[in-house]
């Protein structure tokens, strides 16, 4: 067989094929290294004993539908330099592998368009051995992501899955990639993040958070020079918890029935956006909810007002219409209304920051909705690390895996 076509069709390029045979769908080429390129394999001496050899079955790529065995011969060496009796390194298989270099790359091109089970089926190799190629690959490419340019990051947890078993992930929100996925939630889960953030002395300008006590410490311990951003969505969110509760509230403390009947599933239009109700019968509806209980009105109207913040020209502008909003909150004299203003107090500065540094946590999550996508392709993963360095490669669609 030409050498150029066992270098360019399988990658062997000290080797010379000695014979060819047919098994089944099987194409067997017999292969040896060239005398001419036999050499120690610790101090590369020529000056070699050749003592035995054995047999080994290498896995190459296919051609056409048939499968391509190597059956390499493989020698037994003792090296007249410096004494080693070892046998002869293969170039083109990493370690004791059973397939060449270039069928994990076939198989990694596979991977693109297919899923484990679909690849494994069709080359007749099993799941492990696809899934081993997947990891090792992932792990070369992006297990060591550089945290060196690091200035702008999001923070936020997703839950793997149900039992309160969480994930925390670290995403660059200027390039989109996930650059850590630790174990659990809070200050915990950060802890090898901020040893490798040092280490690269990544010059962190601001973090984009929510409202979490533990990852606010944690940055606070960990990047004090770094500006702390609460995402707006976030801070939204927890008024639509608040108004849900006082909803809550109203249905149960309400004695007629008929009232009830009107509060009852009326939550969907008092969180949405007031201006995006169109339909009259919806409108009324709310309309009704919201003159029956006066303590629901005022933190539906609230709840309306809280996005002006983020609507002003400066600063000191959206200072000024956050401090008057608490003092309304605070006026209402309804106790959820001021526990959440207190809030929006305390964390007005991260709040306001956003004005200085115009980040938010929306990237993270759509990465935590690829996420579950990724999660649902695949069945679940029973391999954790395996599972992270997906997470970790997800911003890179040239590599993108399907399951």
Not at 100 to 105: S, V
Not at 146 to 169: N, Q
Not at 200 to 228: G, H, M, Q, Y
Request: charged letters at 25%; aromatic letters at 10%.
């Amino acid at each position: 067989m030409n050498p150029s076509y066992l270098y360019h069709a399988f990658g062997v390029r000290h080797q010379e094929c000695t014979k060819t045979g047919y098994k089944g769908n099987q194409n067997i080429h017999y292969i040896q290294t060239r005398k001419d390129e036999l050499c120690c394999p610790e101090c590369k001496s020529r000056k070699i004993i050749r003592s035995g050899s054995t047999y080994r079955d290498i896995r190459s790529v296919p051609v056409g539908h048939r499968e391509t065995i190597l059956r390499m011969k493989v020698q037994r060496i003792e090296c007249k330099s410096c004494g080693c009796i070892r046998q002869e390194k293969i170039h083109f298989v990493t370690g004791k592998r059973s397939y060449t270099n270039k069928f994990a790359r076939y198989v990694v091109d596979l991977s693109r368009i297919g899923t484990i089970k679909d690849v494994a089926l069709f080359l007749n190799i099993s799941w492990d051995t696809v899934k081993d190629i997947q990891k090792r690959y992932l792990q070369r490419h992006y297990g060591n992501p550089d945290l060196s340019k690091l200035e702008y990051i999001g923070i936020d947890e997703f839950a793997v899955r149900k039992g309160h078993v969480y994930k925390t992930i670290v995403a660059d929100l200027l390039t989109g990639q996930v650059v850590y996925a630790g174990d659990g939630k809070g200050a915990d889960a950060l802890e090898k993040f901020w040893k490798k953030a040092r280490k690269a002395k990544a010059a962190i300008k601001a973090v984009a958070t929510d409202l979490s006590a533990a990852f606010i410490s944690s940055v606070r311990e960990n990047a004090p020079d770094a500006t702390l951003v609460f995402d707006h969505f976030h801070v939204v969110k927890l008024m639509n918890d608040t108004l849900d509760k006082l909803r809550r509230q109203a249905y149960n403390q309400e004695a007629d029935l008929m009232k009830r009947k009107v509060l009852k599933g009326t939550r969907w239009l008092l969180l949405c956006n007031g201006a995006d109700i169109y339909d009259s019968c919806h409108r009324n509806r709310l309309e009704n909810a919201l003159e029956m209980n006066a303590p629901l009105m005022k933190g539906y109207y609230l709840k309306e007002s809280l996005r002006e913040i983020w609507m002003q020209v400066t600063k000191e502008q959206a200072q000024q219409v956050l401090m008057n909003w608490v003092e309304q909150a605070q006026d209402s004299k309804v106790p959820l209304l001021q526990k959440f203003a207190m809030t929006l107090m305390a964390h007005r500065s991260g709040i306001l920051s956003w004005y200085v540094h115009h980040i938010s946590t929306g990237k993270l999550e759509g990465i935590n909705n690829k996420i579950k996508t990724m999660k649902r392709q695949a069945y679940g993963y029973r391999d954790e690390k395996f599972f992270e360095l997906k997470i970790l490669s997800l911003h890179d669609k040239t590599y993108a895996f399907v399951g």
